[in-house]
């Protein structure tokens, strides 16, 4: 007689759902609430790898993997499946840390890309998160290389003298991690066990699908999130990540797309950016239908605070700083190489003017505007704004003097010696 594993999860059939999504989602009133919880299914095991593929396959085909309600649904069930986080005791050391500056509350920040851009320039993302460090309490969330020679993780595996163990960072150690330093890298693979039931659908089917829009949106300490700078390789993603933030209760975040349809704030000219704006509106007594994922309440005031999309356009000069071709800063080098220059620029050892080092300020520039720190008021602070009313300039006098002041390169090493203080 055969025997059944019962230790497995049964698949569950989602056919009916599948039948409905194609040809025309909408006629057939598919929500994005069924299919978060078709998504959801594939954390647990609990979906058949035909399935699983027809699934990711209409969602691309019919653009719904591109819609704002379903991306920030299927984000949240992702969270969900995530490997769980005490966040009270994590709120309650980041509340005694008491990081406070300007507009900036001490909170937990991100900065991060969907990638796919096909430039393969220098990792911006993962290297102004150290510098910011300087200012801000960073959980930067991030996985190895997807579409680039060179991921988040494989650079930092590739630090000199000493990388960190960034394995051991995970839901039981990293109370610990933010009691020693300000940053904090959060592998996509220790938080989110579930991905690894997808990894081979995805890699067969041969295109980005929707997990490749969800990383963004998937830290794990969502929730204890102040403030964020999220990169998109497509213009046409902007408004639409920025409605899927806000529509998770997002207040302090910025979408950029460079125009060449980078995932980061451009060095060589124009970068489209959505920022959300929180409006206070009057108080409000009896209203009906007020829509909670749109709205936020302010409970100092009193108040509803109305979040509005702000949209602009950034350019280096904005910064303070010159163009610089993605030629000069997209060498395609792999991990040790870009690990190289990540040390180089965290020890002010590149020159005061090199185009990489002014690439990562201009980033830097930005988590800073938008976590707030910008707003403070002194002697050297520099008042400018441009446009969306950013201190962008301001921001960059911060990030240069994190560099040469070696607040980022202090950040940096305590972050590697606390995670390898711990056991194995």
Same mark, same amino acid.
């Given at each position: !007689?055969?025997? @059944?594993?019962?230790?497995?999860?049964?698949?569950?059939?989602?056919?009916?759902?599948?039948?409905? +999504?194609?040809?025309?989602?909408?006629?057939?009133?598919?929500?994005?609430?069924?299919?978060?919880?078709?998504?959801?299914?594939?954390?647990?095991?609990?979906?058949?790898?035909?399935?699983?593929?027809? +699934?990711?396959?209409?969602?691309?085909?019919?653009?719904?993997?591109?819609?704002?309600?379903?991306?920030?649904?299927?984000?949240?069930? =992702?969270?969900?499946? &995530? =490997?769980?986080?005490?966040?009270?005791?994590?709120?309650?050391?980041?509340?005694?840390?008491?990081?406070?500056?300007?507009?900036?509350?001490?909170?937990?920040?991100?900065?991060?890309?969907? /990638?796919?851009?096909?430039?393969?320039?220098?990792?911006?993302?993962?290297?102004?998160?150290?510098?910011?460090?300087?200012?801000?309490?960073?959980?930067?969330?991030?996985?190895?290389?997807?579409?680039?020679?060179?991921?988040?993780?494989?650079?930092?595996?590739? !630090?000199?003298?000493?990388?960190?163990?960034?394995? &051991?960072?995970?839901?039981?150690?990293?109370?610990?991690?933010?009691?020693?330093?300000?940053?904090?890298?959060?592998?996509?693979? @220790?938080?989110?066990? #579930?991905?690894?039931?997808?990894?081979?659908?995805?890699?067969? %089917?041969?295109?980005?699908?929707?997990?490749?829009?969800? #990383?963004?949106?998937?830290?794990?300490?969502?929730? +204890?999130?102040? *403030?964020?700078?999220?990169?998109?390789?497509?213009?046409?993603?902007?408004?639409?990540?920025?409605? *899927?933030?806000?529509?998770?209760?997002?207040?302090?975040?910025?979408?950029?797309?460079?125009?060449?349809?980078?995932?980061?704030?451009?060095?060589?000219?124009?970068?489209?950016?959505?920022?959300?704006?929180?409006?206070?509106?009057?108080?409000?007594?009896?209203?009906?239908?007020?829509?909670?994922?749109?709205?936020?309440?302010?409970?100092?005031?009193?108040?509803?605070?109305? !979040?509005?999309?702000?949209?602009?356009?950034?350019?280096?000069?904005?910064?303070?700083?010159?163009?610089?071709?993605?030629?000069?800063?997209?060498?395609?080098?792999?991990?040790?190489?870009?690990?190289?220059? %990540?040390?180089?620029?965290?020890?002010?050892?590149?020159?005061?003017?090199?185009?990489?080092?002014?690439?990562?300020? !201009?980033?830097?520039?930005?988590?800073?505007?938008?976590?707030?720190?910008?707003?403070?008021? #002194?002697?050297?602070?520099?008042?400018?704004?441009?446009?969306?009313?950013?201190?962008?300039?301001?921001?960059?006098?911060?990030?240069?003097?994190?560099?040469?002041? /070696?607040?980022?390169?202090?950040?940096?090493?305590?972050?590697?010696?606390?995670?390898?203080?711990?056991? &194995?």
């Amino acid at each position: !007689m055969s025997s @059944v594993d019962n230790s497995k999860p049964q698949h569950i059939s989602i056919t009916p759902l599948l039948k409905r +999504l194609w040809p025309d989602p909408a006629k057939a009133n598919v929500s994005a609430a069924e299919i978060a919880l078709a998504i959801s299914r594939v954390f647990t095991d609990q979906l058949s790898s035909v399935q699983t593929g027809a +699934l990711l396959t209409a969602l691309h085909f019919t653009g719904w993997d591109r819609q704002a309600d379903v991306i920030a649904r299927c984000a949240e069930v =992702m969270r969900d499946a &995530a =490997m769980p986080v005490d966040k009270a005791a994590l709120a309650e050391v980041v509340r005694k840390r008491g990081i406070k500056r300007g507009g900036y509350g001490g909170g937990l920040c991100d900065v991060v890309g969907t /990638g796919g851009d096909e430039h393969s320039t220098f990792n911006i993302s993962t290297a102004s998160s150290i510098l910011a460090s300087s200012h801000l309490l960073v959980s930067k969330h991030g996985n190895r290389a997807a579409t680039s020679k060179s991921g988040s993780a494989d650079v930092l595996n590739s !630090m000199s003298p000493t990388p960190p163990n960034i394995v &051991a960072v995970n839901p039981e150690t990293l109370r610990k991690v933010y009691e020693k330093t300000n940053y904090a890298f959060l592998f996509a693979p @220790v938080f989110h066990p #579930g991905m690894r039931y997808v990894a081979t659908v995805r890699k067969e %089917l041969g295109w980005r699908t929707i997990f490749n829009l969800l #990383g963004p949106l998937a830290n794990p300490v969502e929730g +204890l999130i102040e *403030a964020r700078i999220i990169g998109v390789a497509r213009r046409d993603l902007g408004h639409t990540f920025a409605e *899927a933030l806000t529509l998770g209760g997002a207040r302090k975040a910025m979408v950029v797309c460079g125009a060449e349809d980078l995932d980061e704030i451009s060095c060589a000219g124009p970068t489209y950016c959505w920022r959300l704006v929180e409006r206070p509106a009057p108080a409000v007594t009896d209203q009906v239908g007020v829509d909670v994922a749109e709205e936020h309440r302010d409970d100092e005031a009193g108040q509803l605070a109305s !979040m509005d999309i702000e949209s602009f356009i950034l350019s280096p000069s904005d910064f303070g700083l010159p163009a610089h071709q993605l030629s000069d800063v997209a060498p395609g080098k792999l991990p040790h190489e870009n690990a190289e220059i %990540l040390s180089k620029i965290l020890q002010n050892q590149l020159p005061h003017d090199d185009p990489i080092l002014h690439f990562v300020l !201009m980033n830097t520039a930005a988590l800073f505007v938008i976590a707030g720190i910008c707003e403070s008021e #002194g002697g050297e602070v520099i008042k400018d704004t441009g446009p969306g009313k950013g201190r962008w300039r301001e921001g960059v006098r911060l990030a240069r003097e994190a560099v040469e002041s /070696g607040t980022a390169w202090k950040s940096w090493t305590s972050y590697v010696d606390v995670t390898n203080s711990f056991e &194995a």
